[in-house]
């Protein structure tokens, strides 16, 4: 056997085969792949309900304002008052492109605006209870039983 075979810190023996010394040793690869691997799953699903969910903060004026992408398989709006859980008080959130005001009433921590618009803009605008502080709001696939917000 000659001194190559016995010692793997050899400095006669290329980088790429003193494992640990120059060069990240089979089990660091393979950590180092699965982290990656990690942070873009992360980084994936951070994309997709960054699309789908959103936080309308309060805006009587409706400045602060946000589209809502109802896409199949989603057919309904689920709306509910943060922090979470939030029964009391009443908050009303405005959809501006069909003129229409929806209401998460007393009692109710969340409602569910069914057949929207595929793509409107919506505001929080009103509150009876001011630690009602977000209204959160993403598209879901409806699946009854679900309180329907209140229209007037």
Known sequence: MNDLQTNPFNFNRPAILRPGVFGPTFGGMLTMMLVGLAVFL????LAVSSQVNAQLAFSPDCRAHQLINVAPPNNAILLSKHPVPHPNGEAS???IDADET???VDGQNSCVIAAPDPGDSYCFIARNDPTILQVGAGAIANPGGLPVCANP
């Open 102 to 104: 929806y209401r998460i």
């Open 42 to 45: 992360f980084g994936l699903s």
């Open 93 to 95: 959130v405005y959809d």
